[in-house]
């Protein structure tokens, strides 16, 4: 397995930092080395937020990233940021549903997540950061689907596990 070094952004309240922890989450169940950072401005909603995920089989120095492997921008400010850090031949996903969300980069993988569309054909717009949750995993195999799964049945219990379906379905619905 090669290091993979993420950059997940957006605003807050678009489930950016818990993108990143169930990759971390599901990356500590699969027994990788793993790192986790997350940075975000002091408003709930609207402010910034975007966190590094490192997940690699050896141990790994310093949570902070100055390449990435893969970049999510789930807004425009966040993609004109982070646009430039994908190494080349890296993954660039894209909240296409964002109307100043285009990328400009032709010597990455950019791959376009309609993520309000889809979120609405699966009847609620909460599970759009797992439809991009599950574009990220299944194009880069950072982790397993299943493990990721998994993470979702042991985090969302109580009233929340009657979410467990939908968001499962969500993980799955993004095709390339």
Not at 26 to 44: D, F, L, N, R
Not at 98 to 115: I, K
Not at 135 to 147: N, Q, Y
Not at 151 to 159: D, F, L, N, P
């Amino acid at each position: 397995m090669a290091t993979h070094k993420l950059m997940i952004a957006g605003f807050g309240g678009q489930g950016v930092l818990l993108i990143g922890q169930m990759i971390a989450y599901a990356a500590v169940k699969e027994g990788k080395e793993v790192t986790w950072m997350p940075s975000y401005g002091p408003e709930m909603r609207g402010g910034t937020a975007n966190c590094t995920v490192v997940v690699s089989d050896k141990p790994i120095a310093a949570p902070l990233i100055t390449e990435a492997t893969a970049v999510v921008a789930m807004n425009g400010p966040s993609l004109d940021k982070f646009e430039s850090m994908v190494i080349p031949g890296g993954d660039l996903f894209v909240n296409s549903s964002q109307p100043d969300c285009e990328a400009h980069r032709t010597d990455v993988n950019v791959h376009n997540v309609d993520l309000v569309r889809i979120a609405d054909d699966l009847g609620n717009q909460k599970v759009a950061n797992m439809v991009m949750l599950g574009a990220i995993v299944r194009t880069t195999g950072v982790v397993s689907l299943d493990s990721v799964k998994e993470v979702i049945r042991e985090k969302m219990t109580g009233k929340k596990a009657a979410l467990v379906p939908l968001n499962e379905q969500a993980l799955e619905s993004w095709t390339k």
